[in-house]
């Protein structure tokens, strides 16, 4: 008999839609209670669909004291009073895409037109800032209590102007305006929780909201989003066992194949490793292994901000950073690190609390080919599809036969083949070096085999350029321009490169590559 279907919350942020529904929930209510008792006003960074807006959502529930949605959670042990306190919950993802100071001051107004319904407007409340006092002061004296204020998406408006200095400060005064009001009436407020992908301390939201408690690091709050190891497997357990008979594979395979793809988020040092939510819910509604985190694209606004940096892609595989240089107010960016480790392209993988550094590297299969996908165009003039079909498939199929000469030597022929696509030519014209732009195309390109390949890998040594892991054999390779096969393949020895892997089972083979910047491609390689 054919159980009865489940169902996936796929794009509903509703916390009571989502309980009433029947669709499934991953009780996060005790973390959300310890959130509300943790400190009256705070402010947490998450990546984009990463269950931010339910969270929101959630306290609103929590507020407006609707037990009865509460009931059967581990909320319940912790909460005994559930007073009713009047809610202004602000979503400002309406207000993204727009153009100017003034269309934003007018899609503000916009959207707390429904709040001013229930709690009235006065005529002189013109701005965005001074309706938000007037709906928290009436608020207030309606229902004799304490208002939690909850913004979602707070920074949705700037970020796709980061790049444009003056339309950026325009609009960057309206918002500070618009958020004065949290602090000046810090009396009225219960509670204030504001989310959203980035960190502008200059929104005034910091500078004004000095008393603002930033948790977007703490180890206590890193899985109040996403979903642990120990909640997909109890949750999630007939699902996964149904999408193994679909895949032909036993429940810990398939377990294995989707932990490998949206698992590894890390949003502390040393904190337990998170799933993306959005992937992993679409991912077993649909039972299938897609990229579903990059269904819209890599976001512009960074690829953007990528390139203002001059940022060296083929570093992002493995950095050792203090938390200063990931955890920096947007505005002050020297670089593109801080966005990318707030949108969640990169994450922490490691914490060493004696240097107090993080080691950072990308979360997981689902962003690095998504990510490789959309910066392949942009920093090499190559389509991925092209490159996917055209090379790393036969590279791949030539690895699995064992014959790592047929698989240099498809490597040879595609890259002796590529200056003559336009986009290719120019970017290479435009490289401040030719080993550079080669380096990192030869990254971007092996990169999108991410299945079986892993770039920069950190062993004691140092840093092994790339290692392929197949079936029955490992391949560790070192590059070089310019210099070298043999060169190449004595530093794999002298640095030990092969050494964790000698234990592993798998045959080892290491390969030295010699690239010629002259002919555009590979020269020679040795073998052993």
């Known amino acids: 008999m054919e159980q009865m279907m489940r169902k996936y919350p796929v794009g509903i942020q509703t916390f009571s839609k989502i309980i009433n529904g029947g669709y499934i929930y991953v009780d996060k209510t005790d973390l959300v209670w310890q959130l509300v008792h943790y400190a009256k006003f705070i402010f947490m960074s998450r990546p984009r669909r990463f269950g931010k807006s339910l969270l929101t959502s959630t306290l609103e529930s929590y507020f407006k004291g609707d037990r009865e949605v509460f009931e059967g959670l581990k909320i319940m042990e912790l909460e005994k009073e559930w007073t009713q306190y009047p809610v202004l919950h602000l979503d400002l993802s309406v207000a993204k895409g727009q153009d100017s100071a003034e269309e934003l001051r007018e899609t503000l107004m916009w959207m707390m037109g429904p709040l001013a319904k229930v709690f009235g407007r006065e005529s002189d409340e013109t701005t965005p ?31 796709d102007v980061l790049h444009d200095q003056t339309t950026l400060d325009a609009m960057r005064k309206v918002m500070q305006e618009f958020y004065v009001p949290l602090k000046a009436n810090e009396q009225y407020l219960k509670f204030c929780f504001i989310t959203g992908i980035t960190k502008f301390s200059q929104l005034s939201i910091s500078s004004t909201l000095n008393n603002l408690k930033n948790v977007s690091l703490l180890p206590k709050f890193a899985t109040i989003c996403g979903f642990t190891e120990h909640e997909v497997q109890t949750v999630f357990k007939e699902d996964i066992c149904e999408m193994a008979k679909d895949f032909k594979l036993t429940p810990e395979q398939m377990y294995a194949k989707i932990k490998f793809k949206y698992d590894g988020y890390h949003f502390a040092g040393g904190a337990e490793a998170v799933f993306n939510p959005f992937s992993l819910l679409n991912a077993l509604g649909d039972r299938l292994l897609k990229n579903y985190w990059f269904a819209s694209g890599t976001p512009t606004f960074l690829i953007k901000q990528m390139q ?19 955890d920096q107010p947007t505005e002050n960016m020297k670089d593109a690190l801080p966005l990318l480790y707030q949108s969640g392209y990169l994450t922490i993988k490691d914490y060493d609390p004696e240097g107090e550094t993080y080691f950072l590297s990308i979360p997981n299969q689902e962003v690095r080919v998504g990510y490789v996908n959309g910066l392949l165009p942009t920093y090499t003039g190559l389509n991925s599809g092209d490159v996917q079909v055209g090379f790393a498939l036969k590279f791949w199929r030539a690895l699995k036969l064992g014959d790592i000469n047929l698989a240099m030597n498809h490597m040879q022929a595609y890259l002796a083949g590529i200056p003559y696509v336009e986009g290719f030519k120019q970017k290479l014209a435009e490289a401040k070096t030719k080993e550079g732009f080669y380096e990192y195309t030869f990254y971007l390109i092996f990169s999108m085999l991410n299945v079986y390949v892993r770039t920069q890998v950190k062993v004691a040594g140092g840093r092994v350029d790339m290692v392929i892991f197949m079936p029955d054999t490992i391949y560790v390779m070192e590059l070089k321009v310019g210099d070298t096969a043999r060169h190449a393949l004595d530093q794999i020895n002298a640095r030990g490169y092969a050494k964790p892997y000698l234990t592993d089972g798998r045959r080892v083979v290491k390969v030295g590559i010699r690239f010629d910047a002259d002919k555009h491609t590979v020269d020679e390689w040795e073998v052993e």
């Open 129 to 159: 800032g001074k309706l938000l006092t007037g709906l928290i002061h009436r608020a207030q004296e309606k229902t004799g209590k304490q208002v939690a204020v909850i913004i979602d998406e707070y920074d949705a408006p700037l970020l």
């Open 308 to 326: 203002h940096f001059h940022t060296d892609i083929t570093s992002l595989d493995s950095l050792d950073v203090p938390e200063s240089a990931f």
